[in-house]
């Protein structure tokens, strides 16, 4: 079944097909450019000879008797009527013409030239060699290009020009094909070596095409439509363009046709030829279709994103793999993914049948791919695999026995690969634990939204069921959500609570207090199920005391909260301070960071899952709206802010009089116009800061909005008083709104103004409403930020891109040196202080912390 | 073009000293690598100049480091 090759490549060798290894290579020699007979037969000497190998179902290559899976195909040749060059080599051969003489054939010097110099004792490493001697190469030629004379038969050399793509000019004489093929051949292989080839496998003459070598049919296949009609591949209809001249110039040239006609369907010749190789030649018009559409030709096969390297070798496409669009489900596990029940009953498991479990299989098969949970495939020991269906189930069951294997259904439990481009992060692919589910989304824990950067506006993602045992074990213990809470970037956690989870654990933890069934009904709703604890309540209970419920027993923790007060937790209750974005956030979440160094990934993953629901259900409960009126500020406060905007206003126009009384002390390094716009931008930054204060002092505490800035769930301060007060200077690349040609941003304002509101300052607040100019200030700064990011994301994607592949291979050795794949050293000691990041608090180790855990047990 | 002061000197230029062959063998022992397998510096390098540095002889760079304060770099010299 496995072939196993006991061979180990040991050198590989570059080099070209000269006429000998072609004709010697091919099966079949090409006389015809017809394809099929009338039976459509594939014709013999014709371009689809079942001697090439076999496309169709049934028929048998009559090279090596294989059939359409086993063959896998044989070149043909083709022996043109004239040579013909080949475009992708026409430098080369340039290089060669210029540098050896048209009459002897030499190198136009007389200096010995060795292109591998004998170095010491030490071994010159094969890559190395080969740069340094084509570097030499390339000097070589570019030396000799100007030899007027031959200094060995002292014949006169003529400035050779190549006529882009294929013609070769001598003094603005043509140069034929034959003509440079037989110069060519004069040069001896020492000569050849010294420009940069190895003449043993390849002569300068093989790049002038005396015969073409015919690809097998297996890499043109044929496409039969619905009608029946038969459509040829670009390969072969560009062949059978070919052929047919090379025929038609045969003809003519036994007729003893007149040499224009012959040297027409030459050139024509050289153009199908050229063609072949390459269709996207600038000089020539490429091949087309009948429909117009060019011919992709051998060189577009290969080149570009949909050649073949890049399509087809670096991205390939895999089997047992899903993607639809996601959408959230708090109520799954972190670790588990929300699988639909369409794309449950298409992927598969392979289980394999033994004497234990031969009944329940047996069962799956019963059920067959219709009815959930079934099996969609058995394989067979001797490796068939048949599908189940109503015709084969019958006799699968009856067969079935150890040693063969089911593919099953998908199962809840079963370990999948979940994935979201970009994968720029080892978190962007996690395994996940599979939850059937109605519907037709993944469905995933918003808590793990972070690491794969989605949301759900539309993302899509992908799942990957592995199918080996070893495949599983690996990405369970590797690659599972609760391996990846600490990220390795600076051992920060990357899972936490987000959003409405912090509002609701900082409500819970502030001052909310709920009567003890409330509080029971509460927990038990979110999966702490703690009797022991629950007995302890008593009729009114605490929010610090519920949250406590989640924390083990013996937890100890004192951390700061996102005002910097203290928080505190001892014996797993939270004493001192509220729980917020600095504690059970997303990147910084202290007391998550310390659970999961206590207590181990599972049981973190575990508590996080509860403090993520706890925080959705307390707002469930208590009740949460964010709306308009939460903008509203009290008269007096409107007054004050209004007050300092107003007297921002009157300092810029103060400072504007004094600089235009030549009254403006200038700054350091500073003209005096300079200086007053950094000092008007100044005083309206005060302002804008004097603002955000004011409402920040304004005891508007229960505020939706404030509570949502002050537990770090969403927003900012700064946003509410962009919305109620004053939005503030429009910066445009760090600067006011500049004057356009005319002196003026608008044609309201006269020239030269530099008050605030012409340069772009917005005194009025979302809700107020801008005014007219004001609105235009904001949609110039709006437009500049919406065009910067769609101009820099794909360039920040692609420099991020070069910068992985410059350092993928780089690995920490067990002398903890950075090492490359050729085991170079990078870097003596890894970050030159041997640091592992990942087990560090933001990269520093915090001493103090472990003497205190320490000395405290 | 002679430099009009000692770059050696200047505070971005870290410190650059010549190993022994001693030293030298005892440095590509200690990592099991052969010479070929260090950073290069090139021959004609401005820090190497009061050095008289020979193709295949170890320069040690002390250097600043913002992660621990000081830390050792070994560099052969190389030509080209």
């Not at chain 1, 019963?366 to 067979?380: A, C, E, F, W």
């Not at chain 1, 029971?520 to 610090?544: D, M, T, W």
């Amino acid at each position: 079944m496995t072939e196993y090759i006991y061979k180990k490549i040991n050198a590989l060798v570059f080099g070209m097909l000269g006429p000998d290894i072609v004709r010697k290579q091919a099966c079949a020699k090409i006389v015809t450019p017809e394809l099929y007979d009338k039976e459509g037969y594939p014709v013999d000497g014709g371009l689809m000879d079942v001697r090439l190998g076999v496309i169709d179902p049934g028929l048998r290559c009559k090279t090596c008797g294989g059939n359409l899976r086993e063959c896998m195909g044989h070149f043909g040749f083709l022996e043109l009527a004239r040579p013909v060059i080949h475009v992708q080599y026409a430098d080369i051969i340039l290089n060669f013409l210029r540098c050896t003489c048209k009459d002897c054939g030499k190198l136009l010097t007389q200096k010995k030239i060795e292109l591998t110099e004998e170095v010491g004792e030490e071994e010159q490493q094969p890559e190395d060699d080969f740069v340094a001697s084509s570097k030499k190469a390339k000097a070589v030629a570019n030396s000799l290009r100007n030899v007027k004379k031959c200094p060995h038969c002292g014949a006169k050399q003529l400035a050779v020009k190549v006529e882009k793509p294929t013609n070769f000019l001598e003094d603005d004489k043509r140069l034929s094909p034959i003509e440079i093929r037989a110069r060519l051949e004069k040069i001896s292989d020492e000569d050849v070596g010294r420009l940069g080839l190895n003449p043993a496998f390849a002569r300068p003459e093989w790049m002038i095409l005396n015969v073409l070598p015919v690809p097998p049919v297996t890499i043109r296949p044929s496409i039969t439509l619905e009608t029946g009609e038969r459509s040829e591949d670009d390969l072969t209809h560009k062949l059978g363009d070919i052929v047919r001249i090379n025929q038609r110039l045969f003809e003519n040239i036994n007729a003893g046709a007149p040499e224009i006609i012959v040297e027409d369907l030459w050139d024509l010749l050289q153009y199908h030829i050229t063609t072949y190789f390459n269709n996207e030649i600038s000089q020539i018009p490429p091949a087309r279709h009948r429909s117009g559409q060019a011919l992709r030709t051998l060189s577009e096969r290969i080149k570009s994103k949909e050649g073949r390297f890049r399509h087809n070798l670096a991205g390939k496409r895999v089997n047992y793999a899903a993607r639809t669009v996601i959408s959230p489900d708090s109520k799954i596990e972190l670790n588990e993914v929300g699988v639909p029940m369409v794309v449950a009953m298409e992927l598969t498991v392979p289980e394999r049948v033994t004497e234990w479990n031969l009944k329940r299989l047996k069962d799956f098969v019963q059920r067959g791919p219709k009815t959930y949970p079934g099996s969609n495939y058995v394989l067979r020991p001797d490796g068939k695999k048949k599908k189940i269906t109503d015709e084969t189930q019958e006799q699968l069951l009856e067969e079935l026995q150890p040693g063969y294997v089911v593919e099953r259904h998908l199962m809840d439990g079963d370990i999948a690969i979940f994935n979201r481009q970009p994968s720029l992060h080892r978190m962007s692919i996690m395994a996940h634990r599979v939850r059937v589910l109605q519907g037709k989304s993944f469905r995933l824990n918003p808590a793990t939204c972070f690491p794969y950067n989605a949301d759900f506006d539309g993302d899509e993602m992908n799942l990957h069921i592995p199918q080996t045992e070893e495949a599983r074990a690996e990405a369970e213990v590797l690659m599972e959500v609760q391996t990846q809470i600490i990220t390795p970037k600076n051992g920060l956690n990357v899972i936490g609570c987000s959003d409405d989870s912090i509002t609701g654990n900082y409500l819970l933890t502030k001052d909310l207090e709920f009567s003890r069934e409330e509080a029971i009904q509460l927990l038990y709703s979110i999966g702490v199920n703690k009797p022991e604890r629950f007995e302890k309540f008593k009729k009114n209970v605490n929010g610090k005391e519920i949250f406590s419920a989640i924390l083990p027993e013996d937890f100890d923790f004192i951390g700061n909260s996102k005002d910097k007060k203290l928080v505190v937790v001892k014996k797993g209750y939270l004493v001192e301070g509220t729980i917020d974005k600095a504690t059970i956030g997303q990147e910084k979440g202290d007391l998550i960071r310390a659970l999961c160094a206590r207590y181990g990934n599972d049981a973190t993953l575990d508590m996080l899952g509860k403090l993520f629901r706890l925080g959705i259900v307390v707002l469930l409960h208590h009740g949460f709206t964010t709306s308009i009126s939460d903008t509203d500020l009290p008269e007096d406060i409107k007054a004050k802010c209004k007050e300092a905007i107003y007297n921002a206003d009157r300092r810029v126009a103060q400072l504007i009089e004094q600089y235009e009384k030549k009254e403006l002390e200038s700054m350091p390094g500073l003209s005096s116009e300079e200086t007053l716009e950094a000092k008007s931008m100044e005083v309206l930054n005060k302002a804008r800061t004097k603002v955000g204060e004011i409402i920040a002092e304004s005891g508007l505490k229960e505020n939706a909005t404030i509570i949502m800035a002050i537990s770090g769930a969403r927003g900012s301060l700064m946003n509410l008083s962009m919305m109620s007060a004053c939005v503030g200077q429009q910066a445009l690349r760090g600067k006011r709104i500049e004057n356009g040609y005319r002196g003026r941003t608008l044609t309201i304002f006269s020239q030269g103004e530099v008050t605030p509101r012409a340069k772009g300052f917005v005194k009025h607040g979302y809700k107020d409403g801008l005014t007219p100019d004001e609105f235009f200030m904001h949609a110039i700064t709006g437009r500049d930020s919406l065009m910067d990011l769609a101009l820099r994301t794909p360039k920040s994607g692609y420099l991020y891109r070069r910068l992985v592949s410059a350092l993928q291979d780089l690995k920490i050795a067990y002398d903890e040196t950075v090492r490359d794949a050729n085991d170079n050293i990078v870097q003596f000691t890894y970050g030159e202080d041997g640091l592992d990041v990942s087990k560090t608090e933001g990269g520093k180790i915090n001493v103090n912390r472990i003497v205190k855990e320490i000395m405290g047990k | 073009m002679e430099t009009q002061f000692n770059i050696t000197e200047h505070f971005l230029v870290p410190e650059h000293i010549k190993l022994t062959e001693e030293e030298k063998t005892i440095l590509l022992n200690k990592y099991n690598i052969t010479i070929k397998q260090l950073p290069m510096i090139d021959i004609k390098d401005p820090a190497l100049k009061d050095l008289n540095p020979k193709v295949g002889e170890v320069i040690k760079i002390v250097r600043w480091s913002p992660t621990s304060k000081t830390t050792e770099f070994y560099r052969v010299v190389v030509d080209g």
